[in-house]
């Protein structure tokens, strides 16, 4: 991906130190040059996402990746509490976890999760949730920005 394509704010919500290790390997792997914040749990991303809603300079996401299982607020309650705010526009959330339960799967699109992946995200499923962002924002998108349709998908 050429740096001069535009790249996306990304917020990784992620505790596992290997994981997210990976999840920054693969994001260099398929060309990503664009802003990203890794936070460690659940709290500490309320309170990233938090300052964006205080518009204190910190750039509101265009994408987040957040995991199930993180400490203080698990994902849950992490998408409950998005899905009660009024950011500028809507988050786009795409659950990262290491849980295939079709259960965990449902409950976290109906908080409002736009996809989910099990870990660990394969190149190619990051390189079209970069290129569907990337849609977004083109010109032909039109000015009312409409979303491409968003894969839920559960990898092995």
Known sequence: MPSAVAQPVVLLMEDSDDDAFF???TLRQVGFTGAL?????G????????????ADGTPLPDLVFLDLKIPRLN????????????????????????????????RALALGATTYYVKPI???????????????????????????????????
């Open 23 to 25: 999840f920054k390997r």
């Open 37 to 41: 914040t890794h936070v460690t749990d």
């Open 43 to 54: 709290a500490e991303a309320v309170a990233h996402l938090e300052r964006t809603l205080r």
């Open 75 to 106: 994902g849950f309650e992490v998408l409950e509490w998005i899905r009660g705010q009024s950011f500028v526009r809507p988050l786009d959330v795409a659950v990262l976890s290491g849980s295939e339960h079709a259960g965990d799967v449902e």
């Open 122 to 156: 394969l190149a190619q499923q990051l390189k079209l949730r970069l290129a569907a962002w990337q849609e977004k924002q083109s010109p032909r998108a039109g000015a009312e920005n409409v979303p491409a349709a968003s894969a839920r998908t559960s990898a092995p």
